[in-house]
């Protein structure tokens, strides 16, 4: 086999672990995302042991977190597959990008208020994101 393709076969083992990564991601934050939605719609749970299965019959017949408990559990299964291609510490950082796409979440839909403080947090984890993507 040549260095050539020895290269490209190695690119594009990368690109579909990067793939695999970023579906994990974008599944897992879009999970969250409706679980939040799901738990919203229920209100402040105080768990208790006397009123433990009435909560859980609520949360197990929540669409929201239904769906959501889905995809999270869709993510996981590509984030297994990624990591069968590449090196945990290759593939955890990127798994902080789910900060980034929570961030603009919580802001547009459920008007959550994001500090500079806060924004200047998910834009260093960026930073090292694409630091360790480039290694």
Known sequence: MSLASLI???????????TYILISVLAGATGQVLLKKGMGSMGPL????SQLG????????????????????????????????VDLSYAYPFASLSYVIMLV??????????TPLR???TLV???G???????
């Open 54 to 85: 009435g909560i859980l019959w609520r949360i197990a017949t929540n669409p929201y977190v239904i769906i959501g408990l889905s995809l999270y559990a869709g993510g996981a299964l590509f984030w297994l597959a990624a990591l069968s291609r």
């Open 105 to 114: 979440a919580s802001w547009q839909l459920f008007n959550e208020n994001i």
């Open 125 to 127: 984890v960026c930073a």
């Open 8 to 18: 490209t076969r190695r690119k594009s083992r990368m690109t579909l672990a990067i």
């Open 119 to 121: 924004l200047l947090g």
């Open 129 to 135: 994101v694409f630091l360790i993507s480039r290694s």
């Open 46 to 49: 105080t768990l208790g042991l």
